[in-house]
């Protein structure tokens, strides 16, 4: 029987394909916001790591971690595992059956990565196919669009069983790409600072209009309003990466720039993507 007792936390592209050197930074702001919400959300967990490019975090309630996590920018997808202390393809194999056993139906495919020495991709998925077959002979392979797909994760110690992965925030972990300011009153304000979160910025605000639904992406920290004055200053300072308005004509955007004395930037002008405050 599949019982689940871990997350596997899958970055997203944003930090995945960056050089070495940035993607060890971003994944450490990811475990610091992770980790955050978890405590935040009163959510425990007995172990946490990182291997082979995802975090595995351990826990008695892992549905509750996906819950606590689905405000995180920086995820990519979660998948809700069962970890077995087993290392052999003999042993993944006997095993495969058992999680297998009513969770798979119709057509199926494995989905496997080795990271063990014993063994290649190509051998456990051939492995667990076979076993899967020999258990159940009503199953049929279909390796593109089977009705059901069964992941496995084989490590030198341990295997990780997964049976489809569940989407994420995606972008990259606040305050990974500095701070910026936010200014303007209209319906798109939240829209827009969604998107500057999105892409790793820490959002400054000044305006009168309530973004606090802003705030579970935000770690539920909450914003810092200030005037527009201090982003003034901080920008000239060099505190501040720039100033970001709502605006949606050319005439806006000028306006708001005048108002600073240096260029105000107006991404919506240019494009509106759909956010879940549209």
Request: aromatic share 12%; charged share 20%; glycine share 8%.
């Amino acid at each position: 029987m599949f019982k689940p007792n871990c997350v596997i936390v899958l970055l997203s592209p944003e930090i995945a394909l960056k050089s070495p050197p940035v993607r060890s930074f971003l994944q450490s702001k990811l475990k610091n916001s992770i980790k955050i919400y978890l405590e935040k959300e009163g959510v425990l967990f007995s172990s946490f790591s990182f291997s082979a490019g995802r975090f595995f975090i351990q826990s008695d309630e892992p549905q509750k971690i996906i819950s606590a996590l689905k405000y995180c920018f920086g995820i990519n997808s979660f998948a809700l595992a069962e970890k077995r202390s087993i290392s052999s393809l003999e042993e993944i194999s006997l095993a495969c059956e058992d999680v297998a056993e009513g969770n798979i139906n119709g057509t199926f495919a494995i989905r496997g990565k080795s990271h063990s020495k014993l063994f290649s991709s190509k051998e456990l998925e051939i492995s667990l196919g076979a076993k899967i077959l020999s258990c159940f002979p009503q199953l049929k392979v279909k390796l593109k669009g089977p009705d059901s797909e069964l992941f496995c994760l084989a490590f030198e110690k341990s295997t990780f069983f997964y049976f489809n992965l569940i989407p994420a925030q995606g972008g990259m972990p606040v305050g990974a790409q500095g701070r910026v300011g936010l200014v303007g009153d209209s319906n798109k304000v939240l829209s827009l600072g969604f998107l500057l979160m999105r892409v790793g910025c820490s959002v400054l605000y000044s305006g009168n209009a309530d973004i606090s639904t802003l705030e579970k992406y935000n770690a539920f920290y909450k914003f810092r309003s200030v005037s527009k004055e201090f982003l003034e200053k901080n920008v000239l300072e060099g505190n501040l990466f720039g100033v970001f308005s709502d605006a949606l004509t050319l005439s806006d955007a000028e306006k708001v720039s005048s108002e600073f004395g240096f260029k105000v930037f107006a991404p919506l002008l240019i494009n509106q993507p759909k956010t879940p405050f549209d």
